[in-house]
């Protein structure tokens, strides 16, 4: 089943705010801080790899945001080189300069891409990596059949995505949010993403369910935003928008102790003879 907010279609494409606007990019930042746009920052990257070695892979980072993943795979977790792909040109540009800053330019790199095929060729990447972006990618089939295409023999994909939970059409905190914020969000169940991932090819997949830490961070989140981070973004986005914010936290927080949010770790591995292994 799929869950989704579309924009309302009656607006002209100009008239439309974009998602990943400065003043959205900052706040994320000052919750996750820099370079991160999704919850749990630097830790929760850590997370996703797990015991997973990077040592000398190539990887690609799809949905690199303002990049901070990108330069921790490889400055703290050893990937040779990292190359991340974004929609958003003024995210590429900062995550281009946060990685100049570090010195990393040489192994680090962003790629501007339009949604479709990625730019890449055939069984050339060691590593996919993705965090809280294919949430955005209304064609769960297409994209994984691309990072399946890409991956090289034996090649590993390493992802945290916000699902939806069970009960997601009965949750009042996620319409609230879907209402607050209108993202372009069309997220579908782990039964349906395992079962996308194993048709495109992968094996050895996992799903592993991370609502309980998820719930846990989004009430710090609140907290945070409530407290030590309150005099930063009201100053950023002024009283109104600090309101509507704030509401916007407490109804993922909300949303994701009720069940209707169910952020995941997926895992899987392209085999090395596509015809023959499938141990
Ligand atoms: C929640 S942000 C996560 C960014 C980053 N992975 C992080 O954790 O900080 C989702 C990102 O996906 C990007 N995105 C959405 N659709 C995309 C597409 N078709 N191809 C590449 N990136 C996309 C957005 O521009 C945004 O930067």
Not at 21 to 44: K, T, Y
Not at 47 to 62: K, S, T, W
Not at 81 to 108: K, T, Y
Not at 229 to 241: D, P
Request: charged share 25%.
């Amino acid at each position: 089943m799929v869950f989704g907010f579309a924009f309302d279609f009656t607006l002209t494409v100009s008239a439309m705010p974009p998602e990943y606007e400065e003043s959205f990019i900052r706040r994320l930042e000052i919750m996750w801080g820099e370079g991160f746009l999704s919850p749990g920052g630097a830790d929760e990257v850590g997370a996703i790899l797990g015991n997973e070695d990077l040592f000398g892979a190539q990887v690609l980072d799809i949905g690199s945001g303002a990049g901070g993943a990108a330069l921790l795979l490889a400055r703290e977790y050893a990937a040779r080189r990292v190359i991340g792909v974004d929609i958003v040109p003024e995210l590429v540009e900062r995550s281009r300069r946060l990685c100049e800053a570090a010195g990393m330019s040489q192994r680090v790199s962003f790629e501007l891409v339009v949604p479709g095929p990625l730019p890449f060729v055939a069984d050339s990447i060691d590593v996919i990596f993705t965090k809280d972006s294919l949430l955005h990618f209304p064609d769960k089939v297409a994209i994984f059949q691309e990072i399946f295409r890409v991956l090289r023999p034996g090649g590993r994909f390493l992802c945290s995505d916000w699902l939806a939970g069970k009960n997601i059409a009965q949750c009042q905190a996620w319409s609230k949010f879907l209402e607050l914020r209108r993202p372009s969000f069309v997220m579908v169940n782990v039964e349906t993403m395992v079962q996308t991932m194993g048709e495109a090819g992968f094996v050895d997949v996992t799903a592993v369910d991370r609502t309980s830490w998820f719930t846990e961070a989004a009430q710090r989140d609140v907290e945070a935003v409530e407290g030590p981070q309150r005099a930063s973004l009201q100053e950023l986005l002024g009283e109104t928008e600090y309101g509507i914010w704030v509401a916007v936290r407490h109804a993922i927080a909300e949303a994701a102790a009720f069940g209707a949010l169910r952020p995941t770790h997926l895992r899987g591995r392209k085999p090395v003879n596509v015809d023959v292994d499938q141990s």
